[in-house]
């Protein structure tokens, strides 16, 4: 009966007669009803729950759509009163679902022979090529190894080559698939048909890929005789170019084949077959060989060569230029290596989670496996030779861009590898730039002309989501660099100075980029830190990975700081001493005024009295008290300099840091020992870059960029550290105590013109208008090269101050006085003068600037620094005269405004001046007694009036009985509350309450004021109370 229907005979005639009788009744039926009920017509489509793809018996099947689903013929005899249906109803549908039902089951049986029977050929099919390959192959071999023993050798055919390629790739991909094309623009339905690559391979397989490129098609690429060449056949036809694009991707998939990316059989309870065949060797080196020979074939074969590159470098691959064969077009994939290494890198197991392991914080390096550590050296190694071997900014500015941001890449590839990108190993280091510097290089040039400030923005990765990767492309960026930098010998070598300086003046300018925009949690010493990402317009937080962070934070390590300050460092000692011993006519008129200041001081008074007694035998036997008066000898007028004896010396270091003035000597005579004689210029350029990029350091990450002056300023576009971070205290340590950073910055800036020129222009309001707190570091493009010459006085300065401030801090009088520690007395003089004319405009000046309301980080450590320092030494000068008392006073300043203030509110304006609030003592204390004495004045005028006797306000009246002195007075004041200030006065009763006699002109409320006070401090009212001295 099934057949019978399938087959579309009489049955189906039969059927429809049934049908259409079925219906009259309900029809006849629903007039009885009155037609409350309604029927449902029945569908003519076919639900068989399978998907509809045909099959080879397919064609036996006709007219399905006549077969009406269970549900529809259901639906279709359902009215209102159950109880009229008849028994040949019940059992029609009884046996229609039976139908259907065994309809279903024989369909689903052909179905699944129909696919066992296919795969089961294929399979045959496969391994029958696969046999008759291997056989090929085998024979190929012993023809190529009789050859190799006569010194000859085999180059085959192109005919051979193709057959055993096209062999070889039917065998290891899939059967052609069609797939919906959803990049069609046009609403034409389009198909693309694809094969994909087997992932039934074994471990043979890769031996057998790995013997056809050895032995087919690399002697006919490395032939001389163009005619054995196989590969410009290849791009002249869409075949041919199929063909090629199949090869590479079977190559791609060797080279980046991860852990569990493709599936075994059930049966093989072994690893997965992408690490058996990634984990060959052999075939690795084969194929890396082959992409080699293909790519670099600009000689012979320029049209190959640009098509694979075009293939392998490019994001888009030939998306652009769709290969069509016939009427198909052929879909083709992304075989971009910089990206496949990118992704490979990022995931090696295969999976989009957890970019950095979970376990890294216990297992450091170990927790990268050493497989795939090994495959990417290979993978990494073959893309750096290209890129290396050709001269295109366009490979090396995108493997720089791409791989470098890549999380923990120091640990993701071996030692060997590191050691060849950072140029260790060689014959002749200092020969070329190591490729690490190469690479950099062609990624500026490469974006010569765009804005290097935002260098984020030159970074546009979203292949991974900040979720899975607590690290931006900045901070890995910067954590990476700082890795290759500290390992690089040219630019950091622990054993021995033998740096390239070109290089690592390339290395510090890069530097100073990244730590300007990297995140604020690079460098911060927190166990966790938070960053906040831009996302376009939305910021989220991110936790940081305490491991780049680790990585990051290597730059602030005492022995990197050390070793490359004193390279730069490496100035003539005596030339250094010679700029700063230099006095001018100002400096001598200064000492001077202070010889003449110092003999009427208390202090020189209170020398000679202890210098009375000298001739006693206390001060002859006692060691203390001899060197107390050779102290104190010291301070009168007219007496010898202390002598920098060793007692005094080791004095100086025990009375401040220990540990790091105990570096200083052994610090000193080191750097004697390893100086090496470099280029002037050199030294002087890389001191620059060093200096700038810590300076930015120092400026974010010291807790100095605050706004002092300017309250209503825009915070800085970078953000800062509100408080000094301690991974900034190793710097500091190290400029203070273990290099002369101090001494030597301080001669570039009175002895270099660059230097002096930026600072005399940031000073002066007239050659730069917009005020310091703008000022910044940032770096620009020029040639393809970072400049850094935009401000670098600031840079100097604001390293020099941040080292000075710390320096005072361990630093005492006798030391600063006698023993011209950190620099010189009269230099501190020069360098108070410079900080004065920094504060005095960033106080006076630059807050009526309103073009400019955006501040930056360096320009307000700038301000903050000098406000700091000028502090500190106006106090030690309080202790003992560092200075004429003059020196610390500007002429006529806030003279004007105070002029024309007359009420109390204008006075109390001028207190809220930034120079009052930042450095009070730039005003005379006469013109400060005077500001306070008119601010009380106009206050107490404000409140009671002028005291002229006509102009008096009305004030309270009080009443006090003589007898009640303490009660009534207490009483009446408690009363008062906000009215304390106004005018009291004062009416003394008598004991019936009556007024006495007299006004209160001032006379009454100050004998009421006299006795209310001596009374109160009677101990007979409790009020207060005895001590025991009195």
Not at 607 to 625: Q, V, Y
């Amino acid at each position: 009966m099934f057949s019978d229907e399938l087959a579309g005979n009489a049955s189906r005639k039969r059927q429809e007669q049934a049908k259409a009788r079925r219906r009259k009744l309900v029809e006849e039926q629903r007039k009885q009803t009155g037609g409350n009920e309604t029927t449902i017509t029945c569908c003519d489509n076919v639900v068989t729950g399978m998907k509809a793809v045909r099959y080879p018996n397919e064609d036996k099947i006709k007219d399905r759509k006549n077969v009406a689903p269970l549900e529809d013929f259901k639906k279709e005899f359902h009215v209102g009163n159950k109880a009229d249906k008849g028994l040949a109803v019940d059992k029609a549908l009884e046996q229609r679902e039976n139908r259907i039902v065994q309809k279903r089951n024989k369909l689903a049986a052909e179905r699944i022979q129909s696919s066992f029977r296919a795969y089961i050929s294929n399979r045959r099919l496969v391994d029958e090529q696969k046999a008759i390959l291997e056989k090929r192959l085998s024979d190929l071999m012993v023809v190529s190894k009789l050859l190799a023993k006569q010194n000859q050798s085999f180059c085959p055919p192109p005919s051979l080559v193709s057959l055993l390629l096209n062999q070889m790739l039917f065998v290891m991909h899939s059967r052609p698939r069609k797939r919906k094309n959803r990049e069609s623009k046009s609403g034409i339905v389009e198909f693309q048909y694809f094969s994909m690559i087997s992932k039934y391979l074994v471990e043979s397989d890769a031996k057998i890929i790995a013997r056809v490129i050895e032995f087919a098609v690399i002697p006919g690429l490395l032939s001389s005789d163009r005619n054995l060449d196989p590969s410009p056949v290849w791009i002249q036809s869409a075949e041919g170019k199929l063909k090629l694009i199949k090869l590479m991707r079977l190559c791609i998939y060797l080279i980046s084949a991860r852990q569990g990316s493709s599936s075994v059989r059930s049966d093989m309870k072994k690893e997965s077959v992408a690490s058996k065949l990634a984990a060959d060797e052999d075939a690795m080196r084969v194929v890396y060989k082959m992409i080699l020979t293909i790519i670099g074939r600009d000689e012979t074969e320029p049209e190959v060569g640009a098509f694979c590159r075009k293939l392998f470098f490019s994001s888009l691959g030939h998306a652009d230029h769709p290969i069509t064969i016939g009427r198909r077009p052929i879909r083709e994939e992304n075989l971009d290596l910089i990206s496949l290494l990118r992704t490979f890198l990022l995931f090696p197991s295969g999976m989009k989670i957890n970019v950095i392991p979970r376990n890294v914080d216990s297992l450091r390096e170990k927790s990268i496996s050493a497989p795939d550590r090994s495959r990417a050296d290979g993978f990494f190694n073959m893309i750096s030779n290209i890129a290396l071997e050709r001269d295109d900014a366009y490979i090396k500015s995108r493997l720089f861009a791409e791989i470098f941001t890549v999380p923990l890449l120091t640990w993701r590839l071996q030692q060997r590898t590191i050691d060849s990108i950072v140029g260790k190993g060689g014959e002749d280091e200092n020969a070329v730039n190591p490729p690490c510097i190469t690479f950099l290089d062609a990624f500026l040039k490469f974006h010569e002309g765009k804005d290097l400030f935002d260098i984020s923005g030159l970074l546009p990765f979203d292949d991974v989501p900040i979720t899975i990767c607590p690290s931006p492309p900045m901070l890995s960026l910067c954590a990476n660099m700082s890795q290759l930098g500290t390992t690089c010998p040219l630019i950091y070598d622990i054993e021995k100075i033998h740096i390239n300086v070109n290089v690592a003046i390339a290395y510090f300018k890069f530097m100073s980029l990244l730590v300007e925009n990297t995140p604020l949690g690079s460098f911060s010493s927190r166990e966790s830190e938070i960053g906040w990402i831009e996302e376009g317009s939305r910021v989220s937080p991110v936790v940081i990975s305490s491991i780049v962070r680790d990585q990051c934070k290597i730059l602030l390590t005492e022995d990197f700081v050390r070793k490359i300050f004193r390279i730069a460092l490496d100035f003539d000692p005596t030339d250094v001493d010679q700029i700063l011993g230099q006095k001018d006519e100002r400096d001598m008129k200064i000492e001077e005024e202070l010889k003449i200041i110092q003999t009427e001081s208390v202090l020189s008074v209170a020398a000679k009295e202890a210098m009375i007694d000298h001739s006693t035998g206390f001060w002859k036997k006692s060691k203390w008290a001899k060197n107390l008066s050779k102290k104190l000898t010291s301070f009168l007028p007219g007496s010898k300099k202390v002598s920098r004896s060793n007692d005094l010396r080791k004095e100086f270091q025990l009375s401040t840091s220990g540990l790091s003035r105990n570096q200083t000597t052994q610090s000193c005579e080191d750097m004697n020992i390893e100086r090496k004689l470099i280029n002037k210029i050199q030294r002087q350029e890389l001191l620059f870059c060093l200096t700038r990029t810590y300076a930015i350091i120092v400026s974010r990450w010291g807790g100095y960029a605050r706004d002092i002056i300017n309250t209503s300023a825009t915070a800085p576009a970078t953000k800062v550290m509100e408080r000094l971070d301690s991974s900034i205290i190793p710097v500091l340590n190290v400029l203070c105590f273990s290099t002369s950073y101090l001494k030597i910055s301080w001669a570039l800036i009175q002895s270099n013109d660059i230097l002096k020129k930026d600072l005399c222009e940031m000073v002066d309001v007239k050659k730069r208008p917009f005020p310091i707190r703008a000022t910044n570091l940032f770096a620009s493009s020029h040639k393809g090269e970072i400049d850094i010459s935009k401000n670098t006085g600031s840079a100097f300065l604001l390293l020099l101050l941040s080292s000075l401030a710390h320096s005072l801090i361990v630093t005492d009088d006798v030391e600063l006085h006698d023993l011209e520690a950190p620099l010189p007395k009269h230099q501190i003089l020069r360098c108070v003068l410079l900080l004065k004319s920094i504060v005095h405009r960033a106080c006076c000046f630059d807050v009526n600037v309103k073009d400019f309301n955006e501040s930056n980080h360096v320009g307000l450590s700038l301000i903050n620094l000098s406000a700091k320092i000028l502090r500190d030494l106006y106090d030690r000068s309080s202790r003992r005269l560092l200075c004429p008392p003059k020196l610390w006073l500007i002429d006529d300043l806030m003279d004007s405004e105070i002029r024309k203030c007359k009420t109390y509110e204008d006075y109390w304006d001028i207190l809220n001046h930034p120079i009052l609030r930042v450095c009070p003592f730039f005003l005379s204390f006469k013109l400060r007694l005077k500001l306070f004495d008119r601010l009380t004045t106009t206050n107490r005028e404000s409140v009671q009036g002028r005291n002229d006797g006509h102009s008096f306000r009305p004030g309270v009246h009080i009443n006090i009985m003589r007898g009640r002195l303490i009660e009534d007075g207490l009483t009446h004041l408690n009363k008062l509350r906000s009215n304390l200030r106004q005018r009291l006065i004062v009416q003394y009763v008598n004991s019936a309450g009556a007024a006495e006699v007299g006004l209160d002109a001032g006379g009454l409320f100050k004998e009421f004021w006299s006795d209310l006070s001596n009374q109160s401090f009677n101990p007979h009212w409790a009020l207060f109370r005895e001590t025991e001295g009195k």
